[in-house]
């Protein structure tokens, strides 16, 4: 099994509908990511979660919310879904910062 | 804005040859440096990573480059092979923080 596991792998929405994107990590690592990958742009941060309690904004979080339901699970929403939110979706664990971090094989999401 | 730039943006490189992606950055807080490689349809996967107190770190063909006064480094991949074609990220941590990354180089190795 894969250490960082993502569902769906692909999804098609279309504009105003609710999703969510699960990931679960078995690294037992507290660290967990969400990134946005588009061409060009590279991969930039939407939120982050140090422990089950802690949730932390990244640098475009807007329009997105999260789940941290356990250690081992931290899920993406997009509340109402628009064109621009089409992406690939990453999610991330690390021991900590000291390490890199450990992606899954991504979500692509295509809002239509 | 980008904390973290990083060019070319594609690369095509002959089998055998050096490939090299270059990262700058301003923020001199920083404390670590990986560098990511990405193949179609995975994660990115940590490939190298250099810590500031040293100039160099080599792991088989795979070497780092780090110049602290200019605030660069730089992938170096020696005799680069097909397998290598892959989309290149570097990083860099703010301490205590998380990671920001690069737009990413598109190596392709073409026999």
């Known amino acids: 099994d894969a250490d960082v596991t993502q569902t769906p792998r692909n999804r098609i929405t279309k504009t105003g509908k609710r999703i969510m994107l699960e990931c679960s990590q078995t690294k037992g690592h507290d660290r967990m990511y969400w990134y946005r990958q588009d061409p060009g742009l590279g991969l930039r941060l939407i939120y982050y979660s140090f422990d089950v309690k802690d949730i932390n904004k990244g640098e475009i979080s807007d329009g997105y919310s999260v789940s941290r339901q356990a250690q081992a699970k931290f899920s993406l929403s997009l509340e109402s879904a628009i064109p621009n939110q089409t992406a690939l979706y990453f999610c991330?664990?690390?021991?900590?910062?000291?390490?890199?971090?450990?992606f899954g094989s991504g979500t692509r999401l295509t809002v239509v | 804005q980008q904390q973290v730039k990083q060019s070319p943006q594609s690369l095509i490189v002959q089998k055998g040859g050096i490939s090299i992606i270059n990262c700058a950055y301003e923020?001199?807080?920083?404390?670590?440096f990986p560098w990511y490689q990405q193949f179609p349809g995975k994660g990115p996967a940590l490939l190298i990573a250099i810590r500031p107190d040293v100039s160099e770190k080599k792991e088989g063909r795979f070497t780092i480059s780090f110049n602290k006064s200019a605030k660069q480094f730089s992938l170096h991949i020696m005799d680069s092979q097909p397998g290598d074609s892959a989309t290149y990220f570097c990083?860099?941590?703010?301490?205590?923080?998380?990671?920001?990354f690069g737009t990413g180089t598109s190596l392709t190795v073409i026999p």
């Open positions: 990083a860099a941590r703010e301490p205590g923080n998380q990671f920001y």
């Open positions: 991330a664990t690390s021991r900590d910062t000291s390490y890199g971090y450990t």
């Open positions: 923020n001199t807080a920083f404390d670590y």
